[in-house]
Nanobody, 122 residues
Framework: QVQLVESGGGLVQAGGSLRLSCAAA????????MGWHRQVPGKQRELVAA???????NYADSVKGRFTASRDNAKNTVYLQMNSLNPDDTAVYYC????????????????WGQGTQVTVSS
């Protein structure tokens, strides 16, 4: 019913920047929270940044001041601008949409993207 399509991952040198995008597709009426999580092998998936439909943001302490999350509600798209990247930022980044309201439905759901690899070389 809802598909999250991510783009923008890749390989970058330490100190560089990347911009991730995630577009939600489907018969969507609204999305409460859109954000990004990341995961490295052997560790739990962790929140990186999230943005509510009102524009309120929440960041992991490790990325504050370096990453900026934003969203375009009209396009059901969330972005993550990542600056001053370091090797510790290497992970698979997953887009997440929470509280997704579908047209002609009273139910809400949560969805994950397929993940995009970000690799930062030292």
């Amino acid at each position: 019913q809802v598909q999250l399509v991510e783009s923008g991952g890749g390989l970058v040198q330490a100190g560089g920047s990347l911009r991730l995008s995630c577009a939600a597709a489907g018969r969507i009426r609204g999305i409460f929270v859109m954000g990004w999580h990341r995961q490295v092998p052997g560790k739990q998936r962790e929140l990186v940044a999230a943005v509510t439909s009102f524009g309120t943001t929440n960041y992991a302490d490790s990325v504050k001041g370096r990453f900026t999350a934003s969203r375009d509600n009209a396009k059901n798209t969330v972005y993550l601008q990542m600056n001053s990247l370091n090797p510790d930022d290497t992970a698979v980044y997953y887009c997440r949409a929470e509280g997704v309201e579908l047209k002609n439905s009273i139910r809400r759901g949560d969805y994950w993207g397929q993940g995009t690899q970000v690799t930062v070389s030292s």
